[in-house]
């Protein structure tokens, strides 16, 4: 592990998690019906990574116009540094979680659900079973301090949803289709220190510092949401 990853691992106590009331736990009387059960994971597409620059106020104008001018930014962003969203390794973990921890089978998915109504699957196949959907809530390389000209220290602010559905169950009294056993949300974003690092240190060395804060970030939620939501209520 190199000495920056070691630095950033320190940050993991300092960061502001999740409060508690953002978690549902499997119910213990659910947990007992899921051995032998399929599970698959579905994956929302990411919003546009923001990279506020040093020195500069934000230099896109509102209304969609704006929105469109973000996105093609933060794609390029992303192309440029090679990021690529967490959200799939967290999906992909929680359910190998899921699966050694109350005897799963794997399934498959197709699609991402919608996201209009957040107690339905929207597009599920009539072969699934339990769903873990996972996607990034906001992504950002940001300054602690606000200010334009007094940029000088960064960090990176990531967030995360989990929902695990039972996508069998078909709800009598509104006709919707899937029920979530928990849900939760996990929040990175580490105070500042003398050691925090600058936007250049962040992309320095092929973005490697950037690389490995959202490894970080991304273990960091896998831990909160392992513990927290899918685990049952009433473990450890």
Not at 68 to 93: L, T, Y
Not at 99 to 123: E, F, H, K, M, S
Not at 156 to 178: C, P, Q, T
Request: net charge positive.
């Amino acid at each position: 592990m190199s000495s920056i990853k070691l630095a950033s691992l320190l940050l993991i106590a300092t960061s502001a998690g999740a409060c508690a009331s953002q978690y549902e736990r499997v119910p213990a009387a659910s947990a007992a019906s899921l051995k032998g059960r399929h599970v698959a994971t579905r994956v929302r597409s990411a919003p546009p990574f923001r990279a506020e620059r040093p020195g500069t106020t934000y230099p896109y104008p509102l209304g969609a116009v704006g929105a469109i001018a973000i996105e093609i930014a933060a794609e390029r962003f992303a192309r440029e540094h090679s990021i690529v969203d967490p959200a799939p390794r967290i999906a992909q973990q929680l359910s190998d979680y899921l699966r050694r921890r109350y005897g799963l089978q794997l399934a498959t998915a197709n699609g991402p659900p919608g996201r209009a109504d957040p107690n339905q699957i929207v597009g599920a196949r009539a072969s699934d079973d339990l769903v873990v959907e996972v996607w990034t809530e906001t992504w950002a390389l940001r300054p602690f301090v606000p200010f334009p000209r007094k940029r000088t220290r960064y960090r990176l602010e990531y967030s995360a949803s989990l929902r695990l559905v039972d996508a069998k169950i078909d709800r009598v009294v509104d006709g919707k289709r899937g029920f979530t056993l928990a849900r939760g949300r996990c929040s990175y974003s580490p105070k500042e220190t003398p050691s925090a690092s600058t936007y250049d240190e962040f992309l320095a060395e092929g973005a490697r510092r950037l690389m490995d804060e959202l490894d970080i970030a991304m273990s960091f939620c896998i831990d909160e949401f392992r513990s927290k939501v899918l685990a049952e209520s009433g473990s450890l």
